[in-house]
T-cell receptor, first 114, second 112 residues
Framework: NAGVMQNPRHLVRRRGQEARLRCSPMKGHSHVYWYRQLPEEGLKFMVYLQKENIIDESGMPKERFSAEFPKEGPSILRIQQVVRGDSAAYFC????????????FGSGTRLTVV | GENVEQHPSTLSVQEGDSAVIKCTYSDSASNYFPWYKQELGKGPQLIIDIRSNVGEKKDQRIAVTLNKTAKHFSLHITETQPEDSAVYFCAASKVNDYKLSFGAGTTVTVRA
């Protein structure tokens, strides 16, 4: 039973480029959460999605960031026109139902903006 | 929103000794407190959690205590081993809330 799969593991982008981070939840999990971890800090909530719906994006920056979880395929976190301050580790977690405390985190995507 | 503070930021212990990490939270409505272990290059892994209806929970060498009145909770690792070396995060959440608020983490190093 594969866990939460994130790819790529490492991503390097030049300033101004786009970054696309993918997350496939655990089998049977229909709820996906994205968190960002800045260097030497804890994880910060970004967005909560169910299939084809954004439930809560209160932690997402208003500009350049977007997320989706289509009916088919992985959840995508998209960062347009990346800046150096976007460099961080981005973690995806999934759960079988909302409010279920059984979060399972993926191994993360480490984004470096040069 | 919820604010979780975690201390210390780094902790070095001799193998076999105990390690204690403390967290405080600000929102009295929080009632779920998980602890995560993050090894280098990996995602956080849940190691133990506690809900507000209990004051203590133990699982082999790890235990968590909760003081709701003082709004603080602690992780205790006994008989530490080199494989316990990692970054540990505490977190807090409210009932029916899917958002976890994390502390800044404690880097634990177990010296052989």
């Amino acid at each position: 039973n594969a866990g939460v799969m994130q790819n790529p593991r490492h991503l390097v982008r030049r300033r101004g480029q786009e970054a696309r981070l993918r997350c496939s939840p655990m089998k049977g999990h229909s709820h996906v959460y994205w968190y960002r971890q800045l260097p030497e800090e804890g994880l910060k909530f970004m967005v909560y999605l169910q299939k084809e719906n954004i439930i809560d994006e209160s932690g997402m920056p208003k500009e350049r960031f977007s997320a989706e979880f289509p009916k088919e395929g992985p959840s995508i976190l998209r960062i347009q026109q990346v800046v150096r301050g976007d460099s961080a580790a981005y973690f995806c977690a999934s759960s079988p139902q909302s409010g279920d405390y059984g979060y399972t985190f993926g191994s993360g995507t480490r984004l470096t903006v040069v | 929103g919820e604010n979780v503070e975690q201390h210390p930021s780094t902790l070095s212990v001799q193998e076999g000794d105990s390690a204690v990490i403390k967290c405080t939270y600000s929102d009295s409505a929080s009632n779920y407190f998980p602890w995560y272990k993050q090894e280098l290059g990996k995602g956080p892994q849940l190691i133990i959690d506690i809900r507000s209806n209990v004051g203590e929970k133990k699982d082999q060498r790890i235990a968590v205590t909760l003081n709701k009145t003082a709004k603080h909770f602690s992780l205790h690792i006994t008989e530490t081993q080199p494989e316990d070396s990692a970054v540990y995060f505490c977190a807090a959440s409210k009932v029916n809330d899917y958002k976890l608020s994390f502390g800044a983490g404690t880097t634990v190093t177990v010296r052989a």
